[in-house]
């Protein structure tokens, strides 16, 4: 049965067996690329040393955004936060990646396309258990069944948020 993932408000992730909070493979030295003005958790971007910078493109492989959620307001929860560049010292922010393995496993809500705003809602992608997603020229995964080279992610569980929006457990085959 397929369910549609949809959500108001930004990505988010709730880590069920990722590689990186073991072996250390997180990296957040580099300041984001300054075209990107939204950067939500579930987003995969590069992590281009030899650019100086975190970016959509450049050399290496894709990333998984896992940002420290910051809410302050006691009225906002994880579906609240996403790093804002107009929000940061300098418009600069220095995002959190993970390097993810062959075997992980994540919960999310961050598939197919972007969201807007903390209030919007992302009108979502129909995924089922079995559906491949890559990563897509703007850094969310997409459906794509016939992909068999590079980072592939399978849908091994349709689930929800600890908030009770819709979302799929994934984990990294290829």
């Known amino acids: 049965m397929a369910t549609t993932i949809k959500r108001t408000g930004f990505g988010q992730v709730e880590p069920n067996h990722l590689s990186a909070q073991r072996n250390g493979q ?85 598939v197919g396309a972007a969201n807007t705003a903390k209030d919007a809602e992302y009108e979502g992608i129909e995924l089922t258990v079995g559906d491949k997603l890559k990563v897509g020229a703007a850094g969310y995964l997409v459906k794509d069944n016939a992909v068999a080279t590079g980072m592939i992610w399978q849908v091994v569980k349709e689930y929800t948020m600890p908030d009770g929006q819709p979302a799929v457990k994934l984990q990294r085959i290829n």
């Open 26 to 110: 997180i990296y957040a030295q580099l300041p984001l690329d300054s075209s990107i003005n939204i950067l939500e958790n579930g987003m995969f971007l590069k992590y281009n040393y030899a650019g100086g910078k975190v970016s959509l493109t450049g050399e290496g492989e894709d990333m998984l955004v896992f940002n420290e959620v910051k809410v302050y307001d006691e009225r906002d929860s994880y579906k609240d936060f996403a790093m804002i560049k107009k929000n940061y010292v300098g418009e600069e922010i220095y995002p959190r990646l993970f390097k993810t393995n062959v075997g992980d496993i994540y919960t999310t809500n961050c």
